[in-house]
Nanobody, 121 residues
Framework: QVQLVESGGGLVQAGGSLRLSCAAS???????????RAWYRQAPGKQRDLVAS??????????DYLDSVKGRFTISRDNAKNTVYLQMNSLKPEDTGVYYC?????????WGQGTQVVVSS
């Protein structure tokens, strides 16, 4: 099993920045088998959308982003800490929502509990 704990959410004014963190814990077997890491966002009354993902292919990580966050958000990971980050810059009110960390390991999906981000105008 894999457990995910997010942190870093909060209230910020438009134009500001936040960095979300997601720390993974669990069995070495499962942690070493994590391939896809991602951040999803769920705005009030809306479906959960993929915001950013990072997938390794050999020694290289391939990030992918929702069009509306390209150039503003950056996903990264620290293997030594089993942590994935989401750096969010130039935040907009439409970025408001609950942000969920997601990983996939041996075909199983794991989710964090979510962290709230509110961007005021």
């Amino acid at each position: 099993q894999v457990q995910l704990v997010e942190s870093g959410g909060g209230l910020v004014q438009a134009g500001g920045s936040l960095r979300l963190s997601c720390a993974a814990s669990g069995t070495i077997y499962r942690l070493n088998a994590i391939n896809t890491r991602a951040w999803y966002r769920q705005a009030p009354g809306k479906q959960r959308d993929l915001v950013a993902s990072i997938t390794p292919r050999g020694p290289t990580d391939y990030p992918d982003y929702l069009d509306s966050v390209k150039g503003r958000f950056t996903i990264s990971r620290d293997n030594a800490k089993n942590t994935v980050y989401l750096q969010m810059n130039s935040l907009k009110p439409e970025d408001t929502g609950v942000y969920y960390c997601y990983v996939r390991s041996y075909g199983d999906d794991y989710w964090g509990q979510g962290t709230q981000v509110v961007v005021s105008s």
